[in-house]
């Protein structure tokens, strides 16, 4: 089957640190670029980072920029984003997903299922 | 960085209505355009890409049109599970922003 697992959401104080993972399955992860999405409670969606197949190509969202990495590991199928100084704004679901570049097209068109990451002393 | 403003926020319709849902760019984007549909507790589901291309799967009563700066969701006849939010998404630039959605209700 097709699909992304996140994992490593959890329930952090303010200034700490916390690294999701993404497994990707049932595609050829390492031929494509990767992303982040997050959705903050009844908000919604922010784009946060981009990383391409082979590693390279990383952009990020202002909001995240010098604070969040992202990376990926093609050997594990696995795309991750370490997460420091949190704030109580970054509380929200995090989706991974694969962007999808055929020729001109670009679209994001298998996401993970999200989880949950709550910033709050 | 690029906007997109999405019209209605919100918006009531019933079941066999024809719904559209507008996206306009603060700038030029070409096709590159994409739209979602979420529901609640679950991941987007892509619905549209290149601004009027039907993702596989999805089915035909949905369509997109536009190019430039405004673009259009069709839902030619709505049914019980399209009531959801959709969401714009514009690929010209980094940062690769969203629309701020629009909820379809009953």
């Known amino acids: 089957e097709v699909q992304l697992s996140e994992s490593g959401g959890a329930l952090v104080q303010p200034g700490g640190s916390l690294r999701l993972s993404c497994a990707g399955s049932g595609f050829t992860f390492r031929n494509y670029a990767m992303i982040w999405v997050r959705q903050a409670p009844g908000k919604g969606l922010e784009w946060v980072s981009v990383?391409?197949?082979?590693?390279?190509?990383?952009n990020y969202a202002e909001s995240v920029e010098g604070r969040f990495t992202i990376s990926r590991d093609n050997s594990k199928d696995t795309l991750y984003l370490q997460m420091n100084s949190l704030r109580a704004e970054d509380t929200a679901i995090y989706f991974c997903?694969?962007?999808?570049?055929?020729?001109?097209?670009?679209?994001?068109?298998?996401w993970g299922q999200g989880t949950l990451v709550t910033v709050s002393s | 960085a690029l906007q997109l403003t999405q019209s209605p926020s919100s918006l009531s319709a019933s079941v066999g209505d024809r719904v559209t849902i507008t996206c306009r760019a603060s700038q030029d984007i070409s096709s590159a355009l994409a739209w979602y549909q979420q529901k609640p507790g679950k991941a987007p589901n892509l619905l549209i890409y290149?601004?009027?291309s039907l993702e596989s799967g999805v089915p035909s009563r949905f369509s997109g049109s536009g190019s430039g700066t405004d673009f259009t969701l069709t839902i030619s006849s709505l049914q019980p599970e399209d009531f959801a939010t959709y969401y714009c998404?514009?690929?010209?630039?980094?940062?690769?922003?969203f629309g701020g959605g629009t909820k379809v209700e009953s």
């Open positions: 998404q514009q690929f010209k630039n980094f940062p690769l922003t």
């Open positions: 290149d601004a009027s």
């Open positions: 997903a694969k962007y999808a570049t055929v020729g001109v097209s670009r679209y994001f068109n298998l």
């Open positions: 990383i391409g197949s082979g590693g390279g190509g990383i």
